[in-house]
């Protein structure tokens, strides 16, 4: 084994989710456990922490406090947007990246992000290698989108997806409580692919959820759209319907976005998303009561719906990353594989080249959409139900949660 | 003891909440465990229900099934929003409810609801005594709004509490992830009343909830929130904020009804809600990043984090209408109130003269809004938090939840 000593770094990138947090105290549990990591820092902002070398020495942090990361929502130690400039055009930033390496010493690098934060993460790690500086590079997955190419799933996914599920279910009960009849639509997140949509019909499968399901892997037809919702509700007396906020015309253009048409007829701009919009545009073409409901932030922190399984998927996620850097590997990003023993859901770490991950988008399978484009077949329930399941003993004051508070110590 | 045999009916009325079933369940529990009581009728859609004459039954309910109402969100029986006429004008209504009470043999009569459906229970009771027809009539309250006159609090507001609260530090968490700031603006339920928005002074109080909270109790001035928000994010670089659906201008306007005005400049319908209209007045006046999020109906549906005690006092009123009606006792309401047991909060079951709580509305005390009427004071705090507490066994069905299903079978 190649063995390699020096301090690591492990930084947060991108939208958070609810088990961010336990990926990546699965990395920093870990490194402080191991004796080649001579020291764990976490950085503030992802990687602007550290360009600006603001790093949390985190060996400072009480472990019985540092724990608390696994039922703590967000990033806690920051995150950021930042996009890496190529460095064959300017290479600034990777100099100075190098350069705090080399001053802490830095010899692992983990980044816990989707898509962009492993572009990022892959551009760090070849460039690392072009100039010969050894460092272990790992991305460490997290995304609610679902959408990292080469996982079977993402951690975050599932957390959102149980809250998308439960607020389904519970809406459903809500919305159908009169003898006059209610048109509900549930805006989702996801601009470009329909996993976080696709959930509700988790609901749906016990009997308490949407109608009609509209994702972005194929295009919106408003005037289906209506028809659809006319017909169910005419037949039920009430409509539930999910829509994922990147729900798109044939021509590409994003239905949330739509300022005027012949069907939606507005020539202003919308205040409201998505929701709000399609409530009004079916409110005057079926005339029926009709409530928007945007599950908004709401379904990305809502860590008191989180799946046991997913963080604890996490935390594996993280921990497999430093495991696999300390030894040998590096320039790979930590993935999930789905086994089958004994008919139980079991859920292995693999990996892929980061090369193969950065920027690659993986969509909901068509096939799994309906023939009518607007509902969701069963193989996605099967995918998707394992990874929902269990819930976790969140710590509590007061009957509310009780988050990390990190004392964020900078390392000199 | 004055002994009354004869057939019961419990209806639900109004916005349902999290734990109206509970209630109901309190008084069909108990009314099925009685021996003057000789039959239970659920009434489908409340008062709609004994004019059409739709009774389920409930003796024919599984008992275990059953119990599943306490962790069932929503109007199991359904609810209605039927205002019934004055007697006085039109008593065709009233005709005919004594005529399916005679009927069925009703002697008592229950109705699960806020301040319209007592006001409708209180009709009922004055007409059936009225005609000297001997029928026992108790409201069971209930409401998200809090604002019933004569208890110390509502069954259903700390559940919704605690849904506000716990999403709010979430939101918290989120909001403030990245370097660059956000302004958060978190819509909450109350059209009169300030109480559901002044739980997000809960999640303040832990260190992660809004910098300012604005209710309906006193008047809203857009260029001060303005301001207010203003200062804050400058100071802060983020800035939290919790408003009242129902805040309202000197003039008595609702803010979320504003076409026109100076101050927010909008010629149009809106589409979302205030939080959306809201949002947008702050990114034209600060240039920051907002966001608008409308709790919406999660809030009152959210029994995945209702309170066991609110669970458990719901209960209790059901329970305590039946066993009062029972004992002679007719024209009441059922009541809490609040007691100190060597330093812990107990709560107690009282009766309210029905007449007393028709129509009257209880707001927020003037004095637990802070001078600059942008926050709420701790006084609030200690009133609320005892009310939270608590985490049911709620019943779960592949880690999602497994709410009630009734056979409803008609009585004949």
Known sequence: MNTLKGACIIGQSGGPTSVINASAYGVIRTALDNPNITAVYGAEHGIKGVLNDRLFDMSQEDPAELELMKFTPSSALGSCRYK????DVDDTDYKRILEVFKKHDV???????????????????????????????????????ND???TDHCPGY????KYIAT?????????RVYDTGMICIVEIMGRHAGWLTAAAALATEFGAGPDLIY???????????????????????????????GIHYADGSFVSEAKTSATDGFGHAQLGGLAAMLANVVKEKVGAKVRGIELSLLQRCGAHLASKTDIEESFMAGKAAVENAV?????????????????????????????????????????????EHNGIKREFVE???????????????????????????IAK
């Not at 890496?84 to 460095?87: A, L, R, T």
């Not at 100039?131 to 590079?137: A, E, L």
């Not at 607020?167 to 919305?175: K, T």
């Open 107 to 145: 010899r692992y690098f983990f980044y816990n992000g989707g898509n962009d934060s492993m572009d990022t993460c892959n551009k760090i790690s070849k460039y690392m290698q072009k100039v010969g500086y050894d460092c272990r590079v790992m991305g460490v997955p997290k995304t609610i989108d």
């Open 84 to 87: 890496i400039k190529d460095p």
């Open 327 to 371: 030894n040998g590997i590096t320039d790979k990003m930590v993935a999930f594989e789905r086994c089958d023993e004994n008919g139980h859901y079991v859920c292995k770490t693999k990996l892929m080249n980061l090369t193969d991950v950065a920027n690659t988008e993986k969509k909901l399978p068509v096939e799994w959409i309906n023939e």
């Open 158 to 161: 599932a957390s959102a997806a």
């Open 383 to 409: 995918y998707a139900l394992p990874l929902i399941q269990g819930e976790p003993e969140r710590p509590l004051q007061s009957s509310l949660p009780r988050f990390v508070n990190l004392k964020k110590v």
């Open 215 to 245: 994702v972005p892997e194929v295009d919106f037809d408003m005037d289906k759209f209506l028809a659809d919702v006319e017909r169910i509700y005419k037949e039920k007396g009430n409509c539930m319907v999910a829509v994922s906020e």
């Open 148 to 150: 990292l190419f080469g």
């Open 167 to 175: 607020s389904c279910m519970e809406v459903y009960q809500d919305a």
